[in-house]
């Protein structure tokens, strides 16, 4: 990989790419809902000291904005949380894709205040934590069928859902300290 593609990739891949253990023990279980707990929070501090101008600042050339990646982790949330209500009350039911993209185009993007998915995520996670906490063992080895990654268990999708989380916090976090942000 030459320099300028080992650059972008870090900027698009700032944590690095998803690599999931595929079955979480009881412990790392624990671990990945304490993160999700505080993840709303996290976000919220990271945020609070840019300016509406910093917010439309896109994270790499071709990036989403701080404000637009705001949005779209509350988009993927509820989407994560909806894919683990259908995993547990369904047989591998089939997750459609969404086009992000397209998603990303709409006014509630570009318009809305981040603070509504703020508090979405705020009261998303209270709620998606709770089902969580009251999940056995087997309730995480369920499967569900996403059209994009293929057949994945419950503990795979609680990996992926903390590691996209994760992601796009640092795409945040670059971007404010590439330009000194603080």
Known sequence: MNREAGVEE?????IGRFAGSGRLTGEERIQYIQIIRGLSGELRALIQPLTGEQMDTPYRDGGWSVRE???HLADSG???Y??????????AP??????EDL???????SEEPVESSLQLLESLHRRFVRLLDTLDGA?????????????????TALERYVW????HMAHIAGLMARNGWH
Do not use: N
């Open 78 to 80: 509820m989407y994560a």
């Open 94 to 99: 089939e997750i459609p894709t969404y086009r």
């Open 10 to 14: 870090r900027l698009r891949y700032p």
């Open 82 to 91: 909806l894919r683990f209500k259908r995993g547990l009350t369904e047989t």
């Open 139 to 155: 309730e995480f080895e369920r499967t569900l069928v996403s059209q994009g990654l293929g057949v994945m268990t419950l503990d």
């Open 164 to 167: 996209h989380s994760r992601h």
């Open 103 to 109: 998603w990303a185009q709409r006014s509630d993007y």
């Open 69 to 71: 990646v705001v949005h």
